[in-house]
């Protein structure tokens, strides 16, 4: 199994731009990025000195999420958001060029939380063509655009909840780079049986991210089968890698002991 660590929510104790050294200091190859930048469009030098971090650390980029708009103050994407898609489609071409740039073939695409008074099937329609464009760009560079579900009780305006509700996302926009992200944590929170979507579902996964539930802290935490969930992604012949996507119990670089069990 390959795993990868999500500088966004692991390592926070050092800047960014210290956090891929750290990761490969404790064993692992990749690294994974909700987008970093405050705006869709940094400077140029910005982007250079976070590809050179990454590439002086001397591991890959995994994943990079496009920009999601200002996740701290509860934005949860753009790709639905009428106030948020110009911004989305400036980001379109900075996120895939610096994933290009750093050989990273997964990108997500969140969706975005519900507007008060905007019809669900506008957001739905602005979703799909916001989509769409997205998967066109990355297609050039070889990368696949990943949809999410995310759990209604700590996102409650988020409305793709489910594994159900992103194929549908991605049966409507129709792209053949588009496939699911597997955030197993997320699922598992709304009661979903991870195993069952592995078994049955796991050729339409794009990525796979793993945090304990409850808690979402490390695999051991909480009360999810982690080692019955490596077996089966195993059995089923998943190759990707899995985005360690856990707020860690203690300090990052300590919270790696579950990987030995």
């Given at each position: 199994?390959?795993?990868?660590?999500?500088?966004s929510?692991?390592?926070?104790?050092l800047?960014?731009?210290?956090?891929?050294?750290?990761?490969?200091?404790a064993?692992?190859?990749?690294v994974?990025?909700?987008?970093?930048?405050?705006?869709?469009v940094?400077?140029?030098r910005?982007?250079?000195?976070?590809?050179?971090?990454?590439?002086?650390?001397?591991?890959?980029?995994?994943?990079?999420?496009?920009?999601?708009?200002d996740?701290?103050?509860?934005?949860?994407g753009?790709?639905?958001?009428?106030?948020?898609?110009?911004?989305?489609?400036?980001?379109?071409d900075?996120?895939?060029g610096?994933?290009g740039?750093?050989?990273?073939?997964v990108?997500?695409?969140?969706?975005g939380?519900?507007?008060?008074g905007?019809?669900?099937?506008?957001?739905?329609?602005?979703?799909?063509?916001?989509?769409?464009?997205?998967a066109?760009?990355?297609?050039?560079?070889g990368a696949?655009?990943v949809v999410?579900a995310?759990?209604?009780?700590?996102?409650?305006?988020?409305?793709?909840?489910?594994?159900?509700?992103?194929?549908?996302?991605?049966?409507?926009?129709g792209?053949?780079?588009?496939?699911?992200?597997?955030d197993?944590?997320?699922?598992h929170?709304?009661g979903?049986?991870?195993i069952?979507?592995?078994?049955?579902?796991?050729a339409r996964f794009?990525h796979?991210?793993i945090?304990?539930?409850p808690?979402?802290?490390?695999p051991?935490?909480?009360?999810?089968?982690?080692?019955?969930?490596?077996?089966?992604l195993?059995?089923?012949?998943y190759?990707g890698?899995?985005?360690?996507?856990?707020?860690?119990?203690?300090?990052?670089?300590?919270?790696?002991a579950?990987?030995n069990?």
């Open positions: 199994m390959k795993f990868d660590v999500n500088l929510i692991l390592f926070t104790e800047p960014l731009l210290e956090r891929p050294a750290a990761a490969a200091k064993g692992f190859d990749a994974e990025l909700w987008w970093p930048f405050d705006g869709p940094p400077e140029q910005e982007l250079d000195r976070l590809q050179r971090a990454i590439e002086d650390a001397g591991v890959r980029l995994a994943g990079l999420n496009f920009d999601a708009g996740m701290a103050a509860g934005d949860r753009l790709l639905s958001r009428p106030d948020g898609s110009a911004r989305f489609r400036a980001n379109i900075v996120a895939v610096l994933a740039a750093l050989g990273c073939r990108l997500n695409a969140l969706y939380n519900r507007v008060p905007e019809p669900a099937q506008a957001q739905r329609e602005l979703a799909l063509s916001n989509l769409s464009l997205a066109r760009a990355a297609a050039g560079i696949t655009v999410e995310i759990n209604s009780h700590e996102n409650p305006h988020y409305p793709i909840w489910s594994s159900a509700a992103a194929f549908e996302v991605i049966d409507e926009a792209a053949p780079n588009l496939a699911f992200l597997a197993l944590y997320h699922l929170r709304m979903e049986d991870v069952a979507l592995i078994d049955t579902h796991s794009g796979v991210q945090a304990d539930d808690g979402r802290g490390q051991g935490t909480g009360a999810m089968p982690y080692k019955q969930i490596f077996e089966r195993e059995a089923v012949g190759r890698h899995v985005g360690l996507e856990y707020r860690p119990v203690g300090a990052s670089a300590e919270s790696f579950w990987r069990g």
